[in-house]
């Protein structure tokens, strides 16, 4: 299957300091990619879907000043956590989808946490 | 909206036995696709087994095979001959073809393999 890639694994930041998490679709251009955040125990909350080249559009509840999402390239999309604060830490999922396909291909995820 | 409910938390089975997981999912579509996905501990999303809405035939995957009532609305999860390496969590999800096409996910089933 097709291999999407995010990086980094693991990341620990101060409050107040910005993150960045990279998610590459390897073998494939991904039109569509989505940005999840899972709690402990809990299943995915979809924040966010990203179309190459255009804005986001966020589910509602998410600040999107705060969860900044770019999309530039067909085989990458970043998220960058702006100001981050204790509650932010979670794990955060992306997946990535190409043109007319239905399925969605996952990235391992990144656990972030901030002190 | 469509929603996807598991109304199972935890679930146990024996190895080598068989252990079947529920979903029941809520819309008003007619033309979607059903997925089962699997988090082991590692948290990497692993498609598991898809269904076509549009398929009366249920789909399978080796071990992995669903019970897919279109009219109720459900779609079960059967694992046969269950492996110490199936335990994980497992989520029930929905995509809808048309419009915004994103992947619903149930709550989540801990599965956990009794040696």
């Known amino acids: 299957g097709a291999v999407v890639s995010q990086h980094p694994s693991r990341v620990i930041c101060k409050s107040g300091t910005s993150v960045k998490i990279e998610c590459r679709s390897l073998d494939f251009q991904a039109t569509t990619m989505f940005w999840y955040r899972q709690f402990p125990k809990k299943s995915l909350m979809l924040m966010a879907t990203?179309?190459?080249?255009?804005?986001?559009?966020?589910e509602q509840g998410v600040e999107k000043d705060k969860f900044l999402i770019n999309h530039a390239s067909l085989t990458l999309s970043t998220l960058t956590v702006t100001s981050a604060h204790p509650e932010d830490s979670s794990f955060y999922i992306c997946?990535?989808?190409?043109?007319?396909?239905?399925?969605?291909?996952f990235g391992q995820g990144t656990r972030l946490t901030v002190v | 909206a469509q929603t996807v409910t598991q109304s199972q938390p935890e679930m146990s089975v024996q190895e080598a036995e068989t252990v079947t997981l529920s979903c029941t999912y809520d819309?008003?579509?007619?033309?979607?696709?059903l997925f089962w996905y699997k988090q082991p501990p590692s948290r990497q999303m692993i498609l598991v087994i898809r269904q076509e809405a549009y398929k009366q035939q249920n789909a399978t995957e080796n071990r992995f095979s669903v019970n897919f009532q279109k009219a109720a609305k459900s779609f079960s999860l059967k694992i046969s001959d269950s492996q110490l390496g199936d335990a994980a969590m497992y989520f029930c999800a929905y995509f809808l073809i048309q419009g915004a096409q994103k992947l619903v996910f149930g709550q989540g089933t801990r599965l956990t393999i009794n040696p």
């Open positions: 819309t008003s579509e007619s033309d979607y696709y």
């Open positions: 990203s179309n190459e080249g255009s804005k986001a559009t966020y």
């Open positions: 997946s990535a989808r190409q043109g007319g396909n239905t399925e969605a291909f």
